[in-house]
Structures are given as C-alpha cells and as structure tokens.
C-alpha cells in the first residue's frame, strides 16, 4: 500500500506540506521525538512541544496538549502567516530539524533534549535553536507549564530576570537569547521576533527537580547542544546495520534508544500515554512501561546492532525487577523496576475527545502465561553471546521453568492483554513450551540447574499435544487464537520467529497463509479476531505486520518478504517513526509513540531478510 502521507483524511503530496489540526490536535502522525534517557518530548509539524513528561519519562506531564489542547499546556514555536514545513534528523542523531518556508524567507528550528555531562548543569534541558536561512521570518512563541498532568497550583515569578514557572519540588525557567521580549500573562508566557538571514536565536528550557535551578549561559548552552550532536553519531557510528534496509533500520535504533531509560536500563514500550488505538474511544493505556513481552525482541535487536552495554544493561534490570515475585512474573514493570501501575483516569479531555485518559496500566495484574517463555527465551539469547548467567540468576530461572510446569494448565489473559475472561491462549501455551525448552537446553550447557530437567520435557511435551489436540482448527486449516475456538491471532507467527518449530512445519506454513488471508490488508495486519472486552475497534498492529515479513522470509519466500518490507518501510512518518497502530483505511497514526515494539520488529525484520538474501 503505497499511498501518500494523510491529514484527517486529506491526501497530500510528500515532503514540504502544511501542518493542520483539528480542533486543536495535530495528527500523531505528525510527532517527532527527541529526548536524552530520562525523558521524551513530542513536537509537532507545526512547532508545537505538546508532550513532555517530567522529571521522567513515566512521570506525570508539564506539557500534554496532546491530550487536552486547552488545557494541557504546550511550548509553541511557530512562524507568523501562512507556511510549509520540511523536518528531519540530523543524519545519525535524535536532534530535529524543522525547516519553515513562509511566504517572505525560510528558517529552520533545531530541537534536542541536551545530554548531560556532570557537573552543575539543569536536571533536563530542552533547546530550540532558531536560524534565518532566506528572507525574513517572523515567529511567535508560547510556553504554558501544566504541572502534574495540569493538576498542580503553578506559581510564575521572575529569577535572576528569567520567567520562572514551579510547582512543589518541580521548576523550570525559560532563557531567551535574541528571542525579543517576553509578555507574562496568566498562565505562561509568550513573544514574537524575526528571523533574518544569517541570524541565529536560542530559547531554551531548564529544569530542576528537588534541586535549585540552574542558569547556564549561552556559550555553555551550546557547547552542551554540540556534544550532544557528536554523542548521539558516535553512538550511531558503532552500529552494526548495513543493507538495503539501514536507513530503517538506524532511525528504529535511534528511537528505541531514546526509550531506554538511563537511570536503571530498562526500555519503555512508548513515550506517551493514553493515545488512542480507536479515535474518539476507550482502548487508550499507558504505554511508559516495561513489558517482559518485549524482552526477547529487545536484547536479540541490542545484540545484533552491536550494542552490548544496553542489552548487559537491560538483561540485569530484567532479572533484578523479576527477582520480586519470583517465581510469578508481571506482566510490566515501572522503569525503576518496582511493580506498582495502578491504572486511573485523569480529568483531561483526551486526543480528539478520546477518553477516559489512562496513566497507570491495569494489565500489570493480570495472567500472562506468554512472560514465561520471552524470558527464557531472553536468558537463551544472553547465553548464546557468550555472557554469563551467575547462580543465583540460574536458581531463579529454573525456578520460572519449574513455576510453569504447575501453571501452563490455566486461562490467561494472553499477550493482548485482554480485558474479557481468560482463555487458553494458544500463543501462551506455545510460549510455555518455549520455555521449558530453553530451560532445558540452559541446563544441559550447565547454566542453570538441572534438578527439574526429566519434568521440564515432559511438560513441554504435555503442552504441545494440547496445542495440537485443542487448538489447530480443521474448517480454517490453522491453529487458532484459543483452545475450541474458530477465531485468528497474528501473534501466532512468532511461533515462526522464536523456533516454537521449524518455518517448514506443515501447520505453522498453513497458519501463516490463514493470518494472511484474514488478519492482512494491504500491508497492514490486525492482532486478531474476536472480542476482548473492551468497546470499539482498532487499528492495524505495526508489529504483527513486521513480523509477517520476518516469518515470510523464514518461510522462504523472500520475495514477498522484500516486497511487503518495502511497502511498511514507506508508512513511517517523515521522520521515520512508527506508533503503535494504523488505520489500514486513512493510514492515520493510532496508539501511543513512538512504539518500541514496533520498531524492535523491523530490525528484526530487516535482519532475518538480510540474512537469508546474502
């Protein structure tokens, strides 16, 4: 499915276009992301910070128009009059680069979320660098702080002459430098200056948490701005991806960094929260989370891109997180690694009237009998490399193993996570065998211990004749999304992509052929078929389109594998950013982003096609 960029339903031509809103809400579409490992912001075509959470990522929001135009305060940096806009990232970084072609000259806005380098600098520092290239052009600006989701009291005040703006133990000032003057009204700030060739104006962000503000000078500001450009290309330097698809595959490997979290390495599935899979409905969650459903896709990505501090790193937070409830598993953890998520809603209006506005995730409770096998599955990947489990880490994970010999024969909620009554899923039930498999060939390498072995095969013995038994289906010459059931789950190719059996398998062959038949359009794949007790449709599942194209090449057809690759690399935004869902029919944006996971399954994608067409 080629098909031009749209705009609530407006087709328009790729490259320079004019940002539009409706009703105050610009499409998803239209985000980029920058950030620096703590935290993520979201800007708009139209030059408009409308998401950034603080002090961290999962923190609650001083900027969330995205969900609440009104309310939700914004930072806004746009040309005066009428204007097109052409973006990108400076080649092999996370710093954006906005270029406004207005009717009397051109200038381009730089954006980027500064590193830190130690010493005495903000907590978090956003600058936006303004430059004339052509003409003149006249910008006006806007910052309206909105605390605590836009629940604090904020009290705006003036220090050292720079607009403060703080709310408990939270502030951030603002710090212009040739931005004009600064108009105070209730609420924020706001300006207006011209941009003339040659000409060069910085606004800048600083924030404190539990700690004085801090006020850098301008040299110092863009000393910090320079070496945050050259950390993030030394960074992309050392990446292992070449190929047809490198370009893809970067850009995902730059997002997914900036959602690992520095502080503890855990990665986030998502920036946002409460971006809706249905617009104007209720499936809107909070995606800042940790999911053990990912965990697999996301050491295999950090191993094979050459990154074997962030997969050192996150496999250890993996197992220190787990360690809690061991031998139960949560289906998601905080980026601190704590278990706690308790999902309530916020008095925002939500994107384009989507609500309730979820923070929290009500997942976490829930049943995921799949958790069992991704992590011993990532224990697996983590061996293979040469690294080394230590004991205790081997005790626990037996301990996992033997947990699902005890447990594989309950319902779950699955890896959708539904909210209708639990089930037995038959990707959780292949998720159990996986585990007890890769359990067993940990303990013949001597890796973990092998107490438990006899009992782990015969239970993935147990499991896969259940499988075979109870949820292959004659009529759709496929297995099924649950035991007895008729109904389709995409999440059966990763039956495919972890080895459940061999690609050439006659059933996994024919259920690969019944997803494309009933879940595919286009190149776009749905999850599944089927209630999952929550009102309203969806959209498309990013991931589950990837994994298409990696079970296909698998499969060997490489062919149609290249050829669908293709058509889902050209449905990024023109940053190259996926979100979670697309509406196969407008090819709108859905769901919260950027998505990790979807990213995580093209470079998985990419890879498995690299390497069975060399």
């Not at 051109?106 to 980027?112: G, L, M, Q, S």
């Not at 430059?131 to 006249?138: D, I, M, N, P, Q």
Request: aromatic residues 10%.
């Amino acid at each position: 499915m080629n098909r031009p960029p749209r705009y609530f339903g407006m087709a328009v031509s790729a490259g320079s276009v004019p940002p539009g809103r409706l009703d105050g809400y610009a499409p998803l579409r239209d985000y980029a992301a920058i950030g620096e490992g703590r935290t993520v912001a979201l800007v708009a075509r139209d030059g408009s910070i409308d998401w950034l959470p603080f002090p961290y990522l999962d923190s609650a929001s001083v900027f969330a128009a995205i969900l609440d135009s009104e309310r939700g305060g914004r930072f806004q940096l746009e040309p005066e009059g009428r204007y097109r806009v052409r973006r990108r990232y400076l080649p092999d970084t996370n710093v954006l680069e906005t270029t406004f072609f207005a009717e009397t000259g051109t200038a381009r806005v730089i954006d980027a979320v500064t590193l830190p380098e130690g010493g005495l600098e903000p907590f978090t520092e956003v600058q936006r660098r303004v430059e004339g290239l052509f003409g003149r052009v006249a910008f006006r600006w806007s910052v309206e702080p909105r605390f605590g989701y836009a629940s604090e009291a904020t009290r705006f005040e003036r220090r050292l002459g720079h607009p403060v703006a703080t709310a408990g133990n939270d502030a951030v000032a603002l710090l212009l430098f040739d931005a004009g003057g600064v108009e105070e009204r209730g609420g924020g700030w706001s300006g207006r200056f011209e941009a003339g060739e040659a000409s060069s104006t910085l606004l800048s962000l600083v924030f404190a948490h539990q700690e004085p503000l801090v006020f850098p000078a301008r040299g110092e500001l863009e000393r910090r701005f320079e070496r945050t450009c050259a950390s993030w290309r030394m960074w992309a330097r050392d990446r292992a991806c070449g190929g047809r698809w490198r370009e893809a595959v970067m850009r995902s490997a730059l997002a997914l960094k900036l959602l690992v979290f520095a502080p503890s390495g855990a990665i986030a599935a998502a920036a946002t929260a409460s971006l809706p899979e249905d617009m104007g409905g209720e499936r809107n969650w909070d995606y800042r989370y940790s999911w053990i459903r990912d965990s697999a896709f996301t050491l295999d990505a950090f191993l094979r891109l050459g990154c074997p501090a962030e997969a050192r790193a996150y496999f250890w937070w993996l197992m220190h997180a787990t360690q809690l409830m061991a031998p139960r598993l949560r289906v998601l953890y905080r980026l601190d690694g704590g278990t706690r998520a308790p999902e309530e809603a916020l008095t925002l209006s939500g994107y384009r009237g989507s609500r309730p506005v979820n923070v929290g995730n009500g997942a976490a409770d829930q049943l995921q009998l799949d958790t069992y096998g991704e992590l011993l599955q990532t224990a697996a990947l983590y061996a293979e490399r040469g690294n080394r489990i230590d004991r205790d880490i081997g005790r626990r994970l037996a301990g996992f193993a033997s947990f699902v010999c005890g447990e594989w024969r309950q319902p779950d909620a699955g890896i959708w996570e539904v909210r209708s009554d639990p089930v037995h899923f038959t990707q959780s039930k292949m998720m159990c065998a996986i585990a007890l498999e890769r359990a067993a060939q940990l303990a013949e390498k001597g890796m973990i211990p092998a107490g438990a072995l006899a009992r782990w095969r015969a239970e993935a013995g147990a499991i896969r004749r259940f499988i075979d038994e109870r949820c292959w289906s004659d009529v759709k010459q496929s297995y099924v999304r649950f035991a007895g059931g008729q109904e389709l789950d995409a999440s059966l190719l990763l039956a495919v992509l972890y080895g459940y059996d061999d690609a050439k398998n006659e059933r996994l062959r024919a259920t690969l052929n019944a997803v494309e038949r009933e879940l595919r359009t286009g190149p776009l794949v749905r999850r599944y078929t089927g209630e999952d007790g929550v009102a309203g449709s969806e959209g498309a599942f990013l991931a589950c389109s990837f994994w298409l194209v990696e079970a296909l090449a698998r499969s060997h057809r490489h062919e149609e594998a290249a050829e669908l690759m293709a058509q889902l690399v050209d449905l990024a935004n023109d940053v190259g950013l996926y979100s979670e869902e697309i509406d196969p029919e407008s090819g709108e944006f859905l769901g919260n982003l950027p998505q990790a996971l979807s990213h995580l399954a093209l470079i998985s994608a990419a890879m498995a096609l690299t390497e069975r067409t060399q």
